[in-house]
């Protein structure tokens, strides 16, 4: 499907970053006021307890983005009873070396464990478990944001294997790809562009969706780098020469760099081996300490049945469920017509999800508490949905879209809310 090339994600002539906040900010609020409707209890947002003891400041803002939450999504179910309080901050569980975030609790805030160090896992999904944190395996991303997935096999019959190390992934969307939705391209005189044109190169840009892309125009401080060699490139090298795959090589400017998570392909491989067979996902490398699932991963893990034991409203840069069967243990492996099944089913209830999410935050995002910068972009996204009514896969890719546009989701509920008066 072509894609769409506007200066706004869902409009002609809009603002892109306002839009991805309204778009971000609904999602966040659809999945609160469902799962508060429906199962009358908490949701909770976490961020790293040792990021929170170093700097304070970023719990208050933490606090006052759930604050707004908190306020919009009561006032919105005032119908159901006094539901004031129900959406929370916190911290997530602490980090030690091995630590796992899992997708088997309740939605975070009820019954997660306060540290989830020691899984119960089968004897050899333990050795596995053992070998990826303490990095004895072949090839695992280890920099930023480093979560290794795997999936703990109890099966006593047929296959009892456990699976891993799934680390997160590049791959290429493109254009032509018919397992793709719809997808937005910013137009060629976006200023967005502007920061990811290579320094001292005119026209050249780093393709769009790919991560630390913005720095294109910063000289390199690497002290090896090269004269004129930019940021963004130095950290595209870096990315892959720290282990990260990229699925389908090198991107052209027509096309979009998509992440999976481990958590995600864990999930798929889980799904497709039974129901004792759980995802994970470890913590890797020295970077990476937050031991909570970041909020596009949720509501894929949410909507298919495995919610996370903890969630975070930091980054999910350029997210993407899997398009087609990926299996980084065996690239030349043919799947099944069944294992294609999966991705497509998973997929299918992420969409229709999504789009009640959306749907349901629009709702919330009244005229009292939008504020006043992005009601026009809050109209546009309803515009846009209430017109592409037959695709089911709408809101999915607004959400894909959104997220090309690296941000923290507290920011952007920042910027989408009003204050708490
Ligand atoms: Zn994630």
Redesign the pocket.
Same mark, same amino acid.
């Given at each position: 499907m072509a894609f769409r090339e506007t200066n706004g994600i869902v409009s002609t002539d809009g603002d892109a970053v306002a839009e991805a906040d309204v778009i971000m900010t609904a999602a966040a609020l659809g999945l609160a006021a469902l799962h508060i409707a429906g199962t009358k209890s908490p949701i909770q947002f976490d961020m790293d307890p040792l990021e929170a003891g170093k700097d304070p400041t970023k719990l208050t803002f933490l606090q006052e983005a759930v604050n707004r939450m908190d306020a919009a999504v009561a006032a919105y179910l005032e119908k159901e009873g006094k539901m004031a309080g129900y959406v929370k901050a916190g911290t997530s569980p602490g980090y030690d070396p091995g630590a796992v975030i899992m997708g088997v609790y309740a939605l975070a805030g009820q019954s997660a464990p306060s540290k989830v160090t020691a899984p119960e896992l089968s004897v050899e999904g333990k050795k596995l478990w053992e070998k990826i944190w303490n990095d004895n395996v072949a090839k695992q991303y280890k920099g930023r !944001?480093a979560?290794t997935g795997f999936v703990d096999n109890h099966n006593t019959e047929g296959d009892t294997k456990p699976i891993g190390p799934l680390s997160?992934a590049r791959f290429v969307a493109k254009d032509s790809d018919e397992k793709l939705p719809s997808r937005w391209l910013p137009a060629t005189e976006n200023e967005l562009w502007r920061s990811r044109e290579r320094l001292g190169k005119k026209g050249d840009v780093v393709s769009w969706g790919i991560i630390g892309g913005e720095r294109a125009n910063n000289k390199s401080a690497a002290k090896d780098a090269e004269k004129g060699t930019n940021e963004a490139d130095v950290i595209i090298a870096d990315v892959k020469a720290i282990g990260m795959e990229y699925v389908g090589g090198d991107l052209t400017k027509d096309e979009i760099a998509m992440y999976t998570?481990g958590?995600?392909q864990a999930i798929y491989r889980a799904y497709h081996l039974g129901p004792s067979c759980s995802p994970y996902?470890i913590a890797v490398g020295s970077l990476t300490k937050k031991m909570a699932?970041?909020l596009?991963?949720?509501l894929f893990m949410t909507a298919n049945g495995y919610p996370p034991n903890s969630i975070h409203l930091g980054r !999910?840069e350029s997210?993407a469920p899997l398009f087609s069967p990926y299996y980084p243990e065996d690239p030349h492996r043919q799947p099944t017509a069944q294992e294609a099944a999966v991705i497509r089913d998973l997929n299918n209830r992420w969409y229709e999800k999504c789009l009640e999410y959306l749907q349901t935050g629009l709702k919330v995002l009244d005229d009292t508490h939008i504020a006043e910068s992005h009601g026009k972009s809050r109209d546009a996204v309803r515009k846009y949905l209430e017109e592409h009514a037959t695709d089911e896969k709408a809101g999915g890719a607004l959400i894909l879209d959104a997220v090309t546009i690296h941000d923290g989701e507290a920011e952007r509920i920042h910027r989408t809310l009003q204050p708490v008066a």
């Open positions: !944001g979560y997160s998570h958590m995600i996902e699932s970041c596009t991963c949720t !999910g997210w």
